[in-house]
C-alpha cells in the first residue's frame, strides 16, 4: 500500500531553519505531483508548496514563498521542504501528500502522510 512517511520536525528558535523530508513507498513516485500541506491548532489544512513530477513546475504560498522551498529526488522517493527565516505563524502540523492533477487543493491530493510537528518559539 501506499506510505508517505514525514520526518524533520522539531522545536526551532524564531529565523532558523528546518528540513522537512517526505519519503514515499508503494506508488510510482515519479509519476506523481508531491505537495506540503501545514494545520495549526485551531485552523483549517492549508495549503503550503507542491512540485510537478519531474520537478520542473512549483507553487508555493504567498506566506512562505522567498522563504520555504520545495524539492525532489525521484531516485530516492522522497520530497523535500526546506524551510527558512521560520517565524511562530509557522508552527503547525506538516504533512506531504501525493496527487498525479497539477493542483493545490488539498481535495485532489489522494495520499497523505500522518505529518511531523514544528513548532516555532524561543
Known amino acids: 500500500q501506499v506510505q508517505l512517511v514525514e520526518s524533520g520536525g522539531g522545536l526551532v528558535q524564531p529565523g532558523g531553519s528546518l528540513r522537512l523530508s517526505c519519503a514515499a513507498s508503494g506508488l510510482t513516485f515519479s509519476s506523481y505531483g508531491m505537495g506540503w500541506f501545514r494545520q495549526a491548532p485551531g485552523k483549517e489544512r492549508e495549503f503550503v508548496a507542491r512540485?510537478?513530477?519531474?520537478?520542473?513546475?512549483?507553487a508555493y504560498a504567498d506566506s512562505v514563498k522567498g522563504r520555504f522551498t520545495i524539492s525532489r529526488d525521484n531516485a530516492k522517493n522522497t520530497v523535500y521542504l526546506q524551510m527558512n527565516s521560520l517565524k511562530p505563524e509557522d508552527t503547525a502540523v506538516y504533512y506531504c501528500?501525493?496527487?498525479?492533477?497539477?493542483?493545490?487543493?488539498?481535495?485532489?491530493?489522494?495520499?497523505w502522510g500522518q505529518g511531523t510537528q514544528v513548532t516555532v518559539s524561543s
Open positions: 501528500a501525493a496527487s498525479r492533477l497539477v493542483t493545490m487543493s488539498a481535495e485532489r491530493f489522494a495520499y
Open positions: 512540485i510537478s513530477w519531474s520537478g520542473g513546475g512549483t
